[in-house]
């Protein structure tokens, strides 16, 4: 069965560190999806990013950075120079193509990040 | 332009009572889905509409739980009989096509308190 772990709970940051939040896996498909949501205190679900199971090209967006891992099924995030805006809830997620017609998103526990300044 | 929509944003219950939740997707979306957000147990799926197909209610936790969608757009959710453990935040969600790689869109989410 799918499953999504995000082991770290809680981490508290000052401004401008370097973050890594941790994202592991499991599913027992070859085709799947991960995504990253980031949820601030007004309480909306973002999008930040979609990856595929065949592309484990890291990726770059500003300051934040995705390094996706099938060989450790990992699918972590870093955030650079870290702000105050980024303090929220960050959930990873799966969907898996076997699901059929069901799209549907696993997430993970979540882990909120608190940034001071 | 107008992203998913959720209605009330708050709702109080009394113990026993049935209530409806209401989600308006993003226009031309056809795939609607209902999560669940709670302490205990984070995000969970509880049903999925796309389209004309039968919807896949393989999350709902109970009989209690059921969930409609008119004319492929508007979508209420229905808990009938009340009981505390159903207090969270419902969240609904809409995509483009439902397909695996579509990005889903959150509405802002109903928070439940359940007394």
């Known amino acids: 069965a799918q499953k999504v772990t995000q082991a770290q709970t809680e981490i508290s940051v000052v401004e401008k560190e370097d973050v890594t939040l941790d994202c592991v896996y499991e599913t027992r498909d070859t085709t799947y999806y991960l995504f990253w949501y980031k949820q601030p205190p007004s309480g909306e679900l973002v999008f930040l990013i979609r990856?595929?199971?065949?592309?484990?090209q890291n990726e770059i967006s500003g300051r934040y950075s995705w390094n996706f891992q099938k060989s450790t099924s990992s699918f972590n995030f870093t955030i650079t120079a870290s702000q105050v805006v980024d303090s929220a809830v960050y959930f990873c997620a799966l969907s898996e193509l076997y699901n059929g017609a069901n799209s549907k998103l696993t997430f993970g526990k979540g882990i909120t990040l608190s940034v001071r300044p | 332009g107008a992203g998913v929509s959720q209605s009330p944003s708050n709702k109080v219950t009394e113990k026993g009572k049935d209530v409806e939740l209401r989600c308006d997707p993003i226009?031309?979306?056809?795939?609607l889905y209902w999560y669940r957000q709670s302490l205990g147990q984070g995000l969970e799926f509880l049903i999925y509409f796309q389209g004309n197909s039968a919807p896949d209610k393989s999350g709902l936790p109970s009989d209690r739980f059921s969930a409609e969608r008119t004319g492929g757009s508007v979508s209420t959710l229905t808990i009938q009989r009340t009981q505390q453990e159903d207090s969270a935040v419902y969240l609904c969600?809409?995509?483009?096509?439902?397909?695996?790689?579509?990005?889903?869109?959150f509405g802002p989410g109903t928070r439940l308190t359940v007394l």
């Open positions: 226009s031309g979306h056809t795939a």
């Open positions: 969600a809409s995509s483009i096509a439902g397909m695996v790689y579509n990005e889903q869109f």
């Open positions: 990856r595929n199971s065949f592309d484990e």
